[in-house]
């Protein structure tokens, strides 16, 4: 490790949080120099490796990231694995930040690559009992300060009248300034992922997909390209007639971060193209198609954030192990109201991880299909868009299993359907 990240990791630094607790650690990243203070909704990720693809993802935008697996940093970082424009976390907690990197493909250390960025992060944090005190308790604000002037007090003071995340609509921060063409595919990870998704549709021409952009993670439009699909991009804001202008095959409504009931503007437009457009939202994208179609949300009391958070798709009795991160969920008897049923339920707790329109073809999923990082069981979903796309017919359980039958052993688990309609 050069001098300058071993500087970077030898400043003392607080965690506060705003129920009152302070942690000291020691600062890396931005936080390894003094007078750094950054404000955040702490919240946690199970996932034992994808540290850069889960700092790099827009939808951690606002939020200070505890991992939970104890050893970060050990493989370094590399330009092709970032998620967005580059770390969009507020800052980062760890309980042990490698001092030595270890991989061919590294182009850096993570302190380095956090500090480029302004992003602060601190170690020696005990992040099993941090994680505890989240689990019980809820998420909570917070603050990583290398403030030696200000007392524990004031700290807290300073967080407790920081943002909450409920209410912010910063779908807008983390949505592109204009529109754009990505034609990126997967590349060499495609082998990676085929088991999982095992059709390769591509028919005579190229399906137009527009995205509505809330801060889109990379992978989700290398999918998309990668099954012959032109990607247009467009910011969050754009309204339905502008989108129909560009005469789209369909419509992604992208991940991103925030409190999905105050993007007032994206969800205007949902309403207004209601299915007019083949629609497949994902993560906020599902949320937001739910509250334009009429239902409901509401706030998670920790939040599903990890690569490990088992689903059951219901309409093949199905269970994907898959990529979460969100603080905000749907509604479930809100959906039927508007015409839509669930299709998958996280496993964990019971609540929506998925639904379809009956009528429209418009589905959403509140995981990440795409992966990066974490498992690939999801990435059917994108075969299914594609068809609903050439189709225009609603999702349903024939589609799923047509683009499943592949030929491939699947990696996921049988259930009896009839026992998931049961229960």
């Given at each position: 490790?050069?001098?300058?990240?071993?500087?970077?990791?030898?400043?003392?630094?607080?965690?506060?949080?705003?129920?009152?607790?302070?942690?000291?650690?020691?600062?890396?990243?931005?936080?390894?120099?003094?007078?750094?203070?950054?404000?955040?909704?702490?919240?946690?990720?199970?996932?034992?490796?994808?540290?850069?693809?889960?700092?790099?993802?827009?939808?951690?935008?606002?939020?200070?990231?505890?991992?939970?697996?104890?050893?970060?940093?050990?493989?370094?970082?590399?330009?092709?694995?970032?998620?967005?424009?580059?770390?969009?976390?507020?800052?980062?907690?760890?309980?042990?930040?490698?001092?030595?990197?270890?991989?061919?493909?590294?182009?850096?250390?993570?302190?380095?690559?956090?500090?480029?960025?302004?992003?602060?992060?601190?170690?020696?944090?005990?992040?099993?009992?941090?994680?505890?005190?989240?689990?019980?308790?809820?998420?909570?604000?917070?603050?990583?300060?290398?403030?030696?002037?200000?007392?524990?007090?004031?700290?807290?003071?300073?967080?407790?009248?920081?943002?909450?995340?409920?209410?912010?609509?910063?779908?807008?921060?983390?949505?592109?300034?204009?529109?754009?063409?990505?034609?990126?595919?997967?590349?060499?990870?495609?082998?990676?992922?085929?088991?999982?998704?095992?059709?390769?549709?591509?028919?005579?021409?190229?399906?137009?997909?527009?995205?509505?952009?809330?801060?889109?993670?990379?992978?989700?439009?290398?999918?998309?390209?990668?099954?012959?699909?032109?990607?247009?991009?467009?910011?969050?804001?754009?309204?339905?007639?502008?989108?129909?202008?560009?005469?789209?095959?369909?419509?992604?409504?992208?991940?991103?971060?925030?409190?999905?009931?105050?993007?007032?503007?994206?969800?205007?437009?949902?309403?207004?193209?209601?299915?007019?457009?083949?629609?497949?939202?994902?993560?906020?994208?599902?949320?937001?198609?739910?509250?334009?179609?009429?239902?409901?949300?509401?706030?998670?009391?920790?939040?599903?954030?990890?690569?490990?958070?088992?689903?059951?798709n219901l309409l093949t009795g199905r269970v994907e192990i898959t990529s979460q991160n969100h603080g905000f969920c749907v509604e479930e008897e809100s959906l039927a109201a508007v015409g839509c049923e669930v299709t998958h339920r996280h496993l964990n707790d019971g609540t929506v991880a998925g639904f379809r329109h009956l009528t429209r073809p418009m589905f959403a999923v509140q995981h990440h299909p795409e992966a990066s990082p974490g498992p690939h069981d999801a990435s059917y979903l994108f075969?299914?868009?594609?068809?609903?796309?050439?189709?225009?017919?609603?999702?349903?359980?024939?589609?799923?299993?047509?683009?499943?039958?592949?030929?491939?052993?699947?990696?996921?688990?049988?259930?009896?359907?009839?026992?998931?309609?049961?229960?």
């Amino acid at each position: 490790m050069n001098s300058d990240s071993e500087r970077r990791r030898g400043i003392d630094a607080r965690l506060v949080l705003e129920d009152g607790t302070v942690l000291h650690g020691r600062g890396f990243g931005a936080a390894g120099d003094a007078g750094v203070e950054t404000f955040g909704e702490v919240v946690f990720n199970t996932a034992m490796c994808g540290y850069q693809e889960a700092f790099s993802d827009p939808s951690y935008l606002g939020q200070i990231l505890v991992m939970t697996v104890p050893h970060v940093g050990n493989y370094g970082v590399a330009a092709e694995d970032v998620e967005g424009a580059g770390p969009m976390v507020a800052g980062v907690v760890v309980r042990e930040l490698s001092r030595v990197v270890s991989n061919h493909r590294a182009e850096g250390d993570l302190s380095g690559w956090l500090a480029a960025a302004g992003v602060p992060g601190i170690e020696r944090i005990d992040t099993r009992a941090l994680v505890r005190r989240l689990r019980v308790g809820g998420v909570l604000r917070g603050a990583i300060s290398t403030d030696r002037r200000a007392s524990d007090a004031e700290l807290v003071a300073r967080v407790r009248a920081s943002e909450s995340m409920t209410g912010r609509n910063l779908a807008a921060t983390a949505s592109p300034a204009g529109e754009g063409d990505f034609a990126e595919d997967l590349g060499p990870w495609r082998a990676l992922e085929s088991a999982a998704s095992p059709s390769r549709p591509n028919g005579d021409r190229p399906l137009r997909v527009v995205a509505l952009d809330c801060g889109a993670k990379r992978n989700i439009y290398r999918h998309l390209v990668d099954r012959g699909c032109e990607v247009r991009f467009v910011p969050h804001d754009w309204s339905a007639d502008r989108i129909l202008e560009l005469r789209p095959d369909g419509l992604l409504v992208s991940n991103g971060p925030g409190d999905p009931a105050a993007v007032e503007a994206s969800i205007a437009t949902l309403r207004r193209l209601a299915g007019e457009v083949p629609t497949f939202g994902i993560c906020l994208g599902h949320q937001m198609l739910a509250l334009a179609l009429g239902a409901r949300t509401w706030k998670l009391k920790f939040g599903h954030r990890g690569v490990n958070q088992p689903v059951r798709n219901l309409l093949t009795g199905r269970v994907e192990i898959t990529s979460q991160n969100h603080g905000f969920c749907v509604e479930e008897e809100s959906l039927a109201a508007v015409g839509c049923e669930v299709t998958h339920r996280h496993l964990n707790d019971g609540t929506v991880a998925g639904f379809r329109h009956l009528t429209r073809p418009m589905f959403a999923v509140q995981h990440h299909p795409e992966a990066s990082p974490g498992p690939h069981d999801a990435s059917y979903l994108f075969d299914c868009f594609h068809e609903m796309m050439t189709t225009r017919m609603p999702l349903d359980a024939e589609m799923v299993r047509r683009v499943q039958s592949g030929g491939s052993d699947s990696p996921l688990i049988e259930v009896d359907p009839a026992a998931v309609h049961a229960r």
